[in-house]
């Protein structure tokens, strides 16, 4: 009798400690150094669904434009687990993760739509799951948010007019940076908050960023030309703690990854209407938008790509990763 009792009060205690956890409300809180965006769309649309299918045990909270601190401290707190999850350019993780800069290599991806056929692709969901699996971090998302361009005080037209200039770029990663040495322009990583002081003061000469960031923040008052870099995008990760994952339990952290993946065709059906949106907005600001000519263009990809083998062959993990991108590229490409 006393052990039935014993049983039967633990089983009533373990119902109990089961109730509590699946009424805990957990809060997931989103950073993005943009707003107004398909980022910001992205968010306002997985708050909705993990919110109703979760029954208001996951809250999600957002915050676009830098409210919870610039990119580097975003991205600290997301390793930390202060902040669950942030969205800035793949660059800014090569601290904590290298392998994250293979996705910045030009010419892997024809269109914003091709890219995310590739990022669909089961093999490669599965790779890329694994990055920042040391560090405590996981991209539940990755997205090309727009061609990158260059705002530059000087107009470039051609690959000559890349040459001693100071331009920003998005952070530390070589990809980023060794192919404008190469192109003998001088790379300077500022995280997008810092950009357009620096532009103002002609700290720089210019900056890559995407069409949206560069209409959002109204660089034509300081910059009236803009151009388009041949066969390369701007690449966002939006990055969770994985300890916070795995706390949700297997029924929320289910939830929370399909509406993740459920969500991601909003960066595709919202990019044509973007880039026209953008464009008239950058126009009607004074600026002008500049895309290469033919020649030019493929001059620019030579130049830039060449630097790539040196870049992925650093380590085999990193070869290995980058050889898979561009056999899903050819196989999304046919």
């Known amino acids: 009798m006393r052990n039935l009792l014993t049983g039967l009060l633990a089983g009533v205690a373990a119902c109990v400690m089961a109730s509590a956890a699946s009424a805990q409300q957990f809060t997931m809180k989103l950073s993005s150094p943009t707003i107004n965006d398909v980022t910001h769309e992205w968010m306002k649309a997985f708050k909705a669904g993990v919110e109703d299918r979760s029954k208001g045990r996951v809250k999600v909270e957002i915050y676009p434009a830098n409210q919870l601190g610039q990119i580097p401290a975003t991205v600290d707190g997301v390793a930390l687990g202060t902040i669950e999850m942030t969205f800035p350019v793949v660059g800014f993780f090569i601290g904590l993760e290298p392998r994250f800069q293979t996705l910045d290599a030009a010419g892997l991806f024809d269109s914003v739509e091709h890219g995310q056929k590739v990022f669909a692709d089961p093999e490669i969901r599965k790779r890329m799951a694994t990055f920042g699996a040391s560090k405590g971090i996981e991209p539940l998302v990755t997205f090309l948010n727009g061609e990158l361009l260059l705002a530059s005080h000087k107009p470039i037209r051609t690959v000559d007019d890349f040459k001693g200039q100071k331009l920003r770029t998005a952070g530390a990663a070589a990809m980023f940076n060794e192919p404008f040495k190469k192109?003998?322009?001088?790379?300077?990583?500022?995280?997008?908050?810092?950009?357009?002081?620096?532009?103002?003061n002609k700290g720089i000469?210019?900056?890559?960023?995407?069409?949206?960031?560069?209409?959002?923040?109204?660089?034509?008052?300081?910059?009236?030309?803009?151009?388009?870099?041949?066969?390369?995008?701007?690449?966002?990760?939006g990055v969770v703690n994985r300890r916070f994952m795995k706390s949700l339990g297997p029924e929320l952290e289910a939830i929370v990854r399909e509406e993740a993946q459920k969500h991601e065709k909003l960066f595709t059906t919202l990019a044509a209407d973007a880039r026209t949106n953008t464009e008239a907005a950058w126009r009607k600001g004074g600026g002008e938008l500049i895309t290469m000519e033919p020649a030019e263009s493929k001059r620019y990809l030579a130049e830039v790509t060449s630097v790539i083998p040196k870049i992925v062959g650093a380590t085999p993990e990193m070869k290995a990763d980058y050889d898979a991108f561009v056999a899903a590229a050819q196989k999304y490409r046919q």
Do not use: R
Request: aromatic fraction near 10%.
């Open 183 to 200: 192109l003998g322009a001088s790379p300077v990583s500022l995280p997008l908050g810092e950009v357009l002081p620096a532009l103002q």
């Open 205 to 237: 000469d210019g900056a890559t960023a995407n069409l949206a960031a560069i209409t959002a923040f109204k660089y034509f008052d300081v910059t009236k030309t803009a151009t388009y870099l041949p066969g390369t995008f701007t690449m966002v990760s």
